[in-house]
Structures are given as C-alpha cells and as structure tokens.
C-alpha cells in the first residue's frame, strides 16, 4: 500500500507508534480554498496500519529530537 501525499502529511503524533513500529493511517491534511484541514480519511477503505521500517523510525526519532530542541 502506498500513502497519499495528505495522509503522509496528516500523520499525528499519536498515530505513531515506534516501539511496535507501526504507523495508524487513519487522518490526512486537505486544502480547501485557501485553509489547511486536519480531517478523518474518507474511507473505511483508507485506514490502514502499517509496519514502519528501521530506517524511517530512525528519521522519525531524529526528527523529534531537532523538534524539542527547537522549541
């Protein structure tokens, strides 16, 4: 299964999971006009989890890091 761009950029971080290094696709980031929304998917269909692998849980790690240290 491959993500859609609004589903990779939606991805809360309550929806990642790095010790089990699952990942819960079931929100996703729509334009409308000109706003930004942080909606469900549209679809049953379009939930899913999936495995996420070592090296994308090492950038996500390493992203959080640079994010605490930034604020």
């Known amino acids: 299964m491959a993500m859609r ?3 990779v950029l ?3 971080l309550d929806c990642i ?3 089990d290094k699952e990942l819960d696709i079931s929100w ?4 409308v006009g ?7 998917t549209k679809t049953e269909a379009s939930e899913d989890t999936l495995p996420i692998p070592p090296i994308a849980a090492t950038a996500i790690r390493l992203r959080l890091k640079e994010r605490e240290l930034d604020r």
Do not use: A, C, Y
């Open 28 to 31: 996703q980031l729509q334009r």
């Open 5 to 7: 761009r609004g589903e």
């Open 34 to 40: 000109n706003k930004l929304l942080h909606r469900e």
């Open 10 to 12: 939606g991805v809360p």
């Open 17 to 19: 999971d790095l010790l």
